[in-house]
Structures are given as structure tokens and as C-alpha cells.
């Protein structure tokens, strides 16, 4: 069940809402624009900050490839370290192999990255309208 249970709230860290937008149709809808592979490079170190009932997650995907953080999880089961590398395609897309050691867990997602004036978002898919988006929060740094 915790293992269910951290799986589902890390996932969560590539997966989830935020600001108005709930999803890329929203996204789109108020004149997002997914952007090229240039750009998102051009973002430099770039943070997600995900905050749910059971795990707050932090993490930096900085500009050299490297994914690093930290998951806490509010039930009692400790904290872990979150370490991996991301790559980008030539469309823009951006892979991450995250590992959280002290659970044992290791997740494998791709993506894109979109711009809405200037907040930055992440979205699974660039053609599913009902894909979850989430914001970076702003330049890196871990605490």
C-alpha cells in the first residue's frame, strides 16, 4: 500500500494542475504555445514544487541534464532523495529517469513544455486537450 501510495504521489510530480489551468486545452485555450527544443533549453535550470495530502515533492531539472530533489512523505515513511537525468528530443520533448533510492522507486516520463506569458508549464502530451499541466515554479535551487 505505501509503495502504491508514494508511487501515485510522485507520479503526481509530473502529472499534476496548476494555476487556473487545469489542463492543455486550458493551457492552449488562453494562448499557451509549446515551445521548440531551442527554447526549453534556453529555460536553464527550471524547479517543480508539488505540495498533496500525502508527499511534498522538490524537484530542479538543471540545465546540464541532471534531475535532482527530495520527496517527503507525510504518512510517516521518511524522505528520499530524488536523483536522475533528463534529455531532450529534437521536438521538444523532455524525458526524465528519476530514482527515489530510499523508496526504491524509479519513474520514466516524457513531456512538453509550453509558455503562457511567463509562467512555464509541463504537459504529458501535446495533442491531449485533457493532459494535466504543472508550472515550474521558477529558477532552481534546492534548500
Known sequence: MFTRSLLLATLTLFAASAHAQANL???LDFGGRKL???EVRALGDVRV???NDDAD???ALRSNGTAVGMVHNK???GSSELVGQWALD???RRCTDIS???FGTSIHQCGYTYR??????????DIDRNSNVIAYTGPAFLQ
Open 57 to 59: 515533492a522538490f524537484m
Open 36 to 38: 521548440s527544443a531551442d
Open 75 to 77: 504518512d510517516g515513511h
Open 49 to 51: 514544487i508539488v505540495r
Open 90 to 92: 529534437a521536438d521538444g
Open 100 to 102: 527515489l533510492p530510499a
Open 116 to 125: 503562457l506569458g511567463k509562467d512555464i508549464f509541463f504537459a504529458r502530451s
Open 25 to 27: 486545452g486550458e493551457l
